[in-house]
């Protein structure tokens, strides 16, 4: 069952979505070769009590740690570790709090100092399918005309579209109806409306879509080995249209990065 939110809930939902956006931010002036992911960790975990909010990964389905951290070949649910990050790396770091009952949840794929023009050519096109999904959040359309618009523009540029793990309602909890794949066929699936928030999520790897999950019971991997990106926004559907809720904006003034122009002319 969909829960739809109203605008006064909507206002609360972008509080917690912008105490995420605000943890990425700080990390994004962490995010250098040998910086382990675990000291990430630890600093995320701070900043969100600090201001009020629970960690929301720590303990959901006995997840260890407040951020999922996902380097490389790793495609989402990483546990942070004590390896050190190194130059030529990426990393998604998903992170999600609970602030007065609603959850925030989102995600950004870092590069860790210069990385090959392949991987920077991978998070370039996973951040613009997700803003090409978010486009189709419009009342009236469908979720398969979301999912066709990241995927799409994904395989167009000859990637692979993840499809065991899919985006989500999000709202007093987590995980809410419907489930929100980044894939799809235009005009099928649910019928978009007003109120309705979705987390969405491409994971789109530079080879195979095929992945496999690490003995720690968490850890999805590329089968192929080739990197894996993933971008996160929490959006809602207000007046007709997509609001993003969270935004990158704390991270892109953290890394002294000018917004690309379709997130910056929104
Ligand atoms: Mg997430
Ligand atoms: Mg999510």
Not at 23 to 44: M, Q, R, Y
Not at 45 to 50: F, V
């Amino acid at each position: 069952m969909i829960h739809y939110k109203t605008k006064e809930e909507i206002e609360l939902m972008r509080e917690s979505a912008l105490v995420v956006s605000r943890t990425l931010g700080i990390l994004a002036k962490e995010i250098k070769p040998g910086v382990s992911p675990l000291e990430l960790d630890k600093i995320a975990e701070t900043y969100i009590r600090d201001q009020g909010g629970i960690p929301a990964f720590l303990g959901l389905y006995d997840f260890p740690n407040t951020l999922c951290t996902s380097v490389n070949e790793h495609v989402v649910h990483g546990i942070p570790t004590k390896k050190p990050l190194q130059e030529g790396d990426i990393i998604s770091i998903d992170c999600g709090v609970l602030l007065n009952g609603w959850y925030g949840d989102h995600a950004f794929t870092f590069a860790v100092g210069d990385i090959d023009p392949d991987m920077r050519m991978l998070l370039d096109v996973t951040l613009e399918s997700l803003y090409k999904g978010i486009d189709q959040c419009v009342a009236g359309n469908r979720l398969g005309d979301v999912g066709a618009a990241i995927q799409q523009h994904a395989e167009k540029h000859g990637y692979g579209v993840v499809q065991e793990l899919v985006g989500h309602g999000i709202g007093k909890s987590m995980h809410e109806d419907p489930q929100v794949p980044n894939y799809g066929r235009p005009g099928k699936g649910k019928k978009l409306q007003e109120g309705l928030v979705i987390a969405i999520e491409p994971m789109i790897n530079m080879g195979t879509r095929r992945v496999v999950q690490l003995k720690d019971g968490w850890s999805i991997v590329t089968k192929d080995g080739l990197p894996s990106a993933h971008f996160e926004h929490d959006v809602a559907i207000v007046n007709g249209k997509p609001e993003i809720l969270s935004t990158f904006d704390y991270v892109y003034e953290a890394l002294g990065e000018t917004p690309p122009d379709f997130i910056a002319n929104r």
